[in-house]
């Protein structure tokens, strides 16, 4: 129960809660790979160039176009779902600092950063 004093003796700053939110945030950003790949597939590969409004235009779109819509939508759905879990509701009902899981959610974008840097993707 949220601030009834049944918090488990954690205190507010450990450095064991700072490992933990850090370690969760990082584990979503590689789950966020996914969806960030095809972000990135339909901002670099799905530009109509030269079509004022897509019709007539003469090109097609890509095989996997939908697929990647699909993939974009989801997997961003479900990271988001993962982030309001695990960075707002569980710490809450824990009696954790909601703050520091917050301020760590900037750890997300790091694992597809580092592989987009590395060559890996």
Not at 82 to 106: H, S
């Amino acid at each position: 129960m949220h601030g009834s004093g049944t918090d488990g003796g954690h205190d507010t700053d450990t450095a064991g809660s700072w490992w933990a939110a850090a370690a969760a945030n990082l584990l979503i950003g590689t789950v966020a790979i996914v969806p960030g790949v095809c972000v990135r597939w339909l901002l670099t590969r799905y530009v109509l160039a030269g079509c004022a409004n897509g019709v007539g235009c003469g090109r097609g779109s890509p095989d996997n176009t939908v697929g990647m819509a699909l993939g974009a939508a989801l997997g961003s759905a479900f990271v988001l779902g993962m982030v309001l879990v695990v960075d707002v509701l569980m710490p809450w009902q824990e009696g954790r600092p909601l703050g520091l899981y917050l301020r760590l959610t900037t750890l997300v974008p790091a694992p597809f950063a580092i592989a987009q840097a590395a060559g890996w993707i």
